[in-house]
């Protein structure tokens, strides 16, 4: 970001100074951030930190006692542990990625005192930790004040002076003090080496270290987690009597999955490979996969055994919704945006037209929806089947999938008719917002382009192929990473178009969470499973960001 | 991190002193005047029950020796009235009186949210007099006594929209089917003549509801109750539900019966005249008689218990809706106990049932056709449902008021439709509902 | 193009070809028209089925007998959408005082205040992702981006926290005004840092030549006024774009506001709307298609008069990951 700084302008006063300009940088950036950060970490941040706190806990509506990843093994069984560990060692991996650009950095550096950056690091680092704690000794005691306060008269004065009493606490005071004196210690000395020791990397050290140093101890937190829970997984098991394979699960679990990896690297590595070589690499990466794969198919139902059900089901319908609704959705989009984009009148007709699906309220839509796929043989959906000659359908109450319908086995059955109605509603709720974003992109691309491949003889579909797709890639990129982060949330359009007859079968893994909390307001095991629908959606777009952003093209 | 045994040892000490918080209040000698006391309903506007209910409470605001005044909001259905309850639990600013079934007032009242209405009942200075306590419909009332753990004799909650899940048939069709003219007195005859229907050119089946509520009146018209209050445990592995799931099984294959997916479609299919018989809230009555007129559909229906099994008579399921008081003050505890016995005394539920067509909780009052006012409803009707539940011969049945029992209605609707759409056997279905509903018994409920 | 390139002439001619209608273009209207029909068939019944009758809408009519405008006014009524109260002088007869209420009114309030909250909180920090140098920029923003990802679930209950205690701390600050819950602000402010609007303009911000900046700086200008007189004039399509899509964002939130609303004060319409669809009682089908419409009604016209500002910023933030 080297060409933000202009020409130094010879003035007086601190912030004309090359430090003070930086300091002053710095400094305007923070108030720019600050309400957007604040509100950031109120509403987004917090959140998180708070269900992971919560998901620990035995808790209805109020906190009742720490049970450590009882919540996590309910939820999954024995793949908690599992995945726990994987976590502890992605937090290492992390750390020690960002250890290693550090050493890099610093072996690139000509001044010795560039490595004083990472004293403030370290301590940023630890610091972080120390609000945390305090945090979390004060919102167990915040939370509990509408049950001191019960019988009493609940005017503002009486929550007010409990919030005090609550932050005088002698467990919440000490954490405080200490967490303000890490403030202070931690401003101070981040101040102390951007004005004595900064350099262009400075800001890199610093942000690397302090977070490897996060990393480092939130690793350590999580196999400490694990392995007591572990352990003491394995001591119950012992004194029932029962063999309780966890750890051959998770070597096994874990093979499998580095196996698999690996044969993707391979694979990548055998497509760029030369004619000779390529044979050899593509059967090794095959012979990898099967072998990853034979230990994920023999371990991973014997770790899932004693999971929850409804949860797993919950995540399959997810990824069917996932898969039956995006690629639909943004296909159809962009031929929609594509054919508006020839030169043709009633554009903007079109582009207002397509656009009220989306505008109009769910509560509102999901009426008529309902009634064109009623079951009942007079439904729209079933008079243009009758059109055809065929069968009235259950549609909204069928609970049997498509593929049954068509006879297939039920592992090739695919989703339940009723999800597929849902399906069908989100798409048409979202076609038209994709088109039209696909048509701000295809405004983009240079007319030029087109010309000169026209001149080439390119034909109308190279050309799409060649260059309209390559140059809308960022579009595409955009649009496919919020649409599949909306279906892994996906939840009004199937908590509003759910029938009794179809039971669980639509009922997506937010669906089910939702279901939970509400019914039976066991926050504890609800935020566990939320959290690790989160962990599921965050891993998927990081999958979706190595695996497409490579191909996505900036112009 | 290392802090985790210190944050549950917090907990403990927190807990405990709130157990020794939760003693009984002592109403006596306590002034409840000038107290405002704030009600969640949830009648939509422009119903009989909010306009009566609206002048009801003006009557009690203007005219109370104590300056109280009740300030009424509409909060939707009780879906929304339940989300609502659980941000008020959190946030510790309750309202005084709130509408909602047994079951949902017990989950509160687990958190410790909930007045036991016994204590203000019983109070000399408050309650009501033992004299007076005759006059009281006990049977109704007592849906909401909670005599098991953890409750030990809780009242919960003061009934007050009382109605019955009843069984509409439609007496031209079964005799257009060739049935006596009357309604069925046993299952076997309900299931004949719902095959008859869904056989014929012009009428269908028996609207199914895969709802628990339907779900537990069919249970109780074969004998059972999902609930076992003597062993205190969930029962689902019984021979009566298994009957149940069966017959709807044989129904549906059968093409008897019919699944629908919007709400109160089968008492609107019977108000049109295309079923011989529908299940549904005696509260639905009016619309039900509504929709016929609209539709101009003239054939008579009546309304009765339900057929039960051989050798189990005709059985009945009540709802009901009740009001909860919640803890606050002592002052405004009794101030919100006065508007209930306000709404509880003779007068109240004279204008309160002849504008509604709920049962009354007084034995002493007799509704006339004079006092009926509800517009949509024939007092013929209020007089047949009313004849019903005095019957001698129907056995009553009431859901389980627990705080596990909102879990437990979620999961039942999605055992009936893998039963009945063959996906799982109905032995496999019951144990794993079994096993899953005694775990959230054991985890909610105590 | 499919159809221009194999004609040689096409590429002769100016972009701003005239249409001219061949058999290539009347498959293209086709097709649209069928998008046409498909996108609005719904919409459109669900118009028509607001003039109907009961009995029509049951049967699944495609069209009414009679227009029935009185199920527009039942349902304005009944869902409590509007109350308009003039107040008059009793002895000159003087219009002294208008008090709106009603569903619509909270809804068009509450949206406002969350659209402009939204701009005033997202711009600069847009700006400093853009155009700054700061200790952890690429941190903060990788961090403020995986917000995106967490499910709603898990926000319902540390967002009710966070806005009953913050609520009572500006009450006790403010006085009865500063109120979160039931108010406006517990409607609006976790709405304000959208993480979507930040990405989007900074996106845009990112793309306004460095030459603008070096000018202004020698000019004197510091980023806030480069950002207030430079940055701000150019951006009125992205602005736009992230108003059109706040609005309706709020427009329709239904989950949130119903927790944090306990009477009609500050209730928006798609709680109103859905109170009135989901009650206890059987429902009109006729009067909850009239009133959804009249929900739908105002995000209509406005982003029939935002659309093509829309769409212009759509492509200039030029959407890239």
Redesign the interface.
């Known amino acids: 970001m080297n060409r933000h700084r202009a020409t130094d302008i010879p003035r007086l006063g601190f912030f004309d100074t090359r430090r003070g300009r930086i300091v002053l940088e710095n400094l305007t950036a923070y108030v720019f951030l600050a309400p957007a950060g604040l509100l950031i970490a109120l509403f987004g941040l917090f959140p998180v930190a708070f269900a992971f706190f919560v998901s620990l806990h035995r808790w209805r509506r109020f906190p009742d006692h720490y049970n450590g990843l009882a919540n996590y093994e309910k939820a999954l069984g024995n793949l908690a542990y599992i995945l726990f560990f994987w976590f502890a060692l992605a937090a290492f991996a992390l750390a020690a990625l960002m250890i290693r650009r550090v050493l890099r950095a610093l072996r690139e550096s000509d001044s010795p005192t560039e490595s004083l950056n990472l004293l403030s690091g370290l301590v940023c680092g630890y610091v972080a930790l120390l609000v945390l704690d305090w945090f979390f000794k004060l919102i167990p005691a915040i939370m509990l004040i509408p049950r001191q306060v019960r019988g009493q008269n609940t005017s503002l004065e009486l929550f007010m002076a409990k919030l005090g009493e609550s932050f005088a606490m002698p467990e919440v005071l000490a954490a405080g003090n200490l967490m303000i004196l890490g403030l202070l210690i931690a401003i101070g000395v981040t101040a102390l080496t951007a004005w004595f020791f900064r350099s262009a990397r400075s800001n890199d050290l610093i942000v690397w270290s302090a977070f490897a140093t996060t990393l480092i101890v939130s690793g350590v937190f999580l196999l400490q987690l694990t392995l007591t829970e572990i352990r003491a997984a394995l001591d119950a098991a012992r004194e029932s009597g029962e063999a309780l394979p966890i750890w051959s699960q998770l070597v096994f679990v874990s093979a499998g999955v580095i196996l698999i990896a690996l044969a993707w690297r391979i694979f990548q590595r055998g497509i760029n490979a030369q004619e000779n070589r390529r044979f050899t690499l593509m059967a090794f990466s095959g012979l990898t996969l099967a072998v990853g794969g034979y230990l994920l198919m023999a371990e991973l139902p014997a770790a899932l055994a004693e999971a929850d059900d409804d949860l797993l089901q919950g995540f399959w319908v997810t990824v069917m919704y996932a898969f039956g609704t995006v690629p639909v959705q943004l296909s159809v989009g962009l031929a929609l945006a594509y054919l508006l984009f020839q030169p043709i009148r009633f554009r903007a007709f079109f582009r207002m037209v397509y656009f009220i699906p989306y505008i109009t309220p769910f509560v509102a839509t999901s009426i008529v929806f309902r009634v064109m796929f009623d079951a009942g043989k007079t439904a729209p959906a079933n008079r243009v089947l009758s059109l055809f000659g065929i069968e009235p359908q259950r549609w909204i109450l069928e609970r049997n999938s498509i593929g049954e319908l068509f006879g297939l086995p039920d592992f090739l059955a695919g989703p339940a008719l009723a999800l597929v109605v849902i399906m069908i509603y989100s798409t048409w709720t979202y076609i038209g917002y994709d088109a039209v974003i696909f048509l701000a992109g295809l405004g983009n691309i240079p007319g030029e382009l087109y010309e000169a491949a026209r001149i080439d003889g390119a034909s109308g579909w190279r050309i799409f192929r060649h260059i309209t797709l390559p140059m809308l890639s960022p579009t595409v990129f955009f649009l496919s990473l919020v649409a599949i982060i909306g279906t892994f949330q996906a939840f009004t359009q199937i908590w509003i178009l759910r029938t009794g007859a179809v039971g669980s079968k639509v009922n997506t893994a937010s669906v089910y969470i939702f279901d939970e909390l509400q019914n039976s307001n066991r926050y504890g095991y609800a935020s566990s499973m939320a959290f690790v629908l989160f962990a599921l959606i965050l891993l998927m777009t990081l999958f979706q960001n190595r695996v497409m952003g490579r191909r996505v093209f900036y112009a | 991190m290392k802090t985790k045994m210190t944050i549950a040892l917090m907990f403990c000490v927190l807990t405990l002193g709130l157990v020794q918080a939760q003693s009984t209040t002592d109403y006596e000698g306590v002034d409840p005047s000038g107290q405002t006391v704030v009600y969640w309903h949830q009648y939509s506007d422009d119903s009989s029950q909010a306009e009566t209910m609206s002048a009801l409470i003006e009557e009690f605001n203007s005219g109370n020796e104590y300056g109280i005044t009740v300030e009424a909001i509409h909060q939707g259905s009780y879906s929304p009235i339940q989300d609502l309850m659980n941000t008020a639990i959190l946030s510790g600013e309750l309202p005084n009186l709130v509408a909602g079934y047994a079951n949902a007032i017990a989950g509160w009242a687990n958190e410790g949210v909930v007045v036991d209405i016994n204590e203000l009942l019983n109070s000399p200075m408050w309650g009501i007099p033992p004299d007076e306590q005759a006059n009281l419909n006990f049977d109704l009332l007592d849906v909401n006594q909670l005599d098991f753990a953890p409750f030990h004799g809780m009242r919960v909650a003061w009934a007050n929209q009382n109605s019955l899940n009843i069984f509409y048939t439609n007496l031209d069709i079964v005799e257009a089917l060739g049935f006596d003219r009357r309604p069925p007195e046993t299952l076997a005859e309900f299931e004949a003549i719902s095959c008859a229907a869904g056989a014929s050119e012009m009428y269908q089946g028996y609207p199914l509801d895969t709802g628990t509520s339907h779900f537990e009146s069919f249970v109780a018209a074969h004998g059972g109750a999902i609930f076992d209050a003597d062993s205190g445990q969930y029962i689902f592995e019984s021979a009566e539900v298994a009957a149940v799931l069966e017959m709807f099984t044989r129904m549906l294959e059968n093409n008897c019966a019919y699944l629908f997916a919007e709400r109160y479609q089968n008492t609107g299919d019977f108000a049109v005249g295309v079923t011989p018989f529908a299940a549904g809230s005696s509260a639905g009555i009016p619309f039900v008689t509504w929709d016929a007129a609209t539709a101009e559909m003239t054939d008579e229906w009546v309304v009765s218990a339900f057929p039960g099994a051989d050798g189990v008579g005709p059985t009945l399921q009540l709802f009901v809706p009740s009001q909860a008081i919640l803890t606050a003050t002592p002052e405004q505890e009794v101030a919100t106990w006065l508007f209930v016995k306000f709404l509880a005394g003779a007068e109240a539920q004279l204008a309160w049932s002849g504008a509604t067509g709920y049962f009354s909780i007084r034995n002493d009052i007799e509704i006339t056709e004079d006092d009926f006012t509800e517009p949509r409803m024939p007092y013929h009707r209020f007089v047949e449902v009313q004849g019903i539940l005095a019957d001698e011969m129907v056995s009553i049945y009431a859901s389980p008021g627990l705080p596990s029992y909102s879990a437990v209605r979620g999961l039942v609707p999605n055992v009936i439709a893998e039963v009945v759409n063959g996906d799982a056997p109905v032995a496999d279905a019951l144990a794993e509902l079994n096993e899953e509903v005694a775990e959230l018994h054991a985890d909610l409920d105590m | 193009?499919?159809?221009q390139?194999?004609d040689p002439k096409?590429?002769k001619a100016k972009?701003?070809?005239?249409?001219r209608v061949n058999r290539g273009?009347l498959a293209?209207?086709a097709?649209?028209f069928a998008?046409?029909i498909?996108?609005?068939g719904?919409?459109l019944?669900?118009i028509s089925?607001s003039f109907m009758t009961?009995?029509e809408v049951?049967?699944?009519r495609l069209l009414p007998e009679n227009l029935l405008w009185e199920n527009y006014a039942t349902a304005l009524r009944?869902a409590?959408f509007l109350d308009i109260e003039l107040t008059t002088d009793p002895t000159s007869g003087i219009l002294q005082s208008i008090g709106i209420s009603g569903y619509l009114w909270n809804s068009l309030r509450i949206t406002l205040i969350s659209v402009s909250g939204s701009l005033?909180?997202?711009i600069?920090?847009a700006?400093?992702?853009a155009?700054?140098?700061?200790?952890?920029?690429?941190?903060?923003f990788a961090?403020?981006l995986?917000?995106?990802?967490?499910?709603?679930?898990?926000?319902?209950?540390?967002?009710?926290?966070?806005v009953?205690?913050?609520g009572?701390?500006s009450?006790?600050l403010f006085g009865p005004a500063g109120a979160w819950?039931n108010n406006w602000p517990a409607l609006t402010?976790?709405f304000?840092?959208s993480?979507f609007n930040?990405f989007l303009l900074r996106q845009f911000f990112i793309q306004i030549p460095?030459d603008l900046?070096?000018a202004a700086?020698?000019d004197g200008a510091?980023?806030?006024k480069f950002l207030r007189s430079v940055v701000l004039p150019l951006s009125k399509a992205p602005i736009m774009t992230i108003v059109t899509l706040g609005f309706?964002g709020s427009?329709?939130a239904?989950?949130w506001p119903?927790?944090?609303t306990?009477?009609d004060d500050w209730r928006p319409i798609?709680?109103g709307?859905?109170?009135?669809?989901?009650?206890?009682?059987?429902g009109d089908?006729n009067l909850?298609?009239a009133a959804?419409?009249i929900?739908?009604i105002p995000?209509?016209i406005l982003?029939?008069v935002a659309?093509?500002q829309?769409?212009?910023g759509?492509?200039q933030t030029?959407?890239?990951?």
């Not at chain 3, 972009?15 to 249409?19: G, S, V």
């Not at chain 3, 030029?318 to 990951?321: D, E, F, L, M």
């Open positions: 193009m499919p159809s390139s194999r096409a590429t972009k701003t070809l005239p249409p273009q293209i209207y097709v649209l998008g046409v498909i996108a609005v719904p919409f019944w669900m089925a009961l009995s049951n049967l699944t009944r409590n005033v909180v997202c600069p920090a700006y400093a992702f155009r700054m140098d700061f200790i952890g920029r690429n941190f903060i961090l403020f995986s917000t995106m990802m967490i499910p709603g679930i898990v926000m319902l209950i540390p967002h009710l926290l966070t009953i205690w913050l009572r701390l009450e006790s819950f402010i976790p304000f840092a993480v930040i460095n900046w070096e700086r020698i510091g980023h806030f309706i427009w329709n239904l989950m119903l927790l944090v306990i009477n798609a709680v709307l859905s109170n009135f669809v989901t009650a206890d009682t059987p089908l909850q298609m959804s419409v929900t739908v995000i209509l982003y029939f659309q093509k829309f769409t212009e759509i492509a030029g959407i890239r990951g």
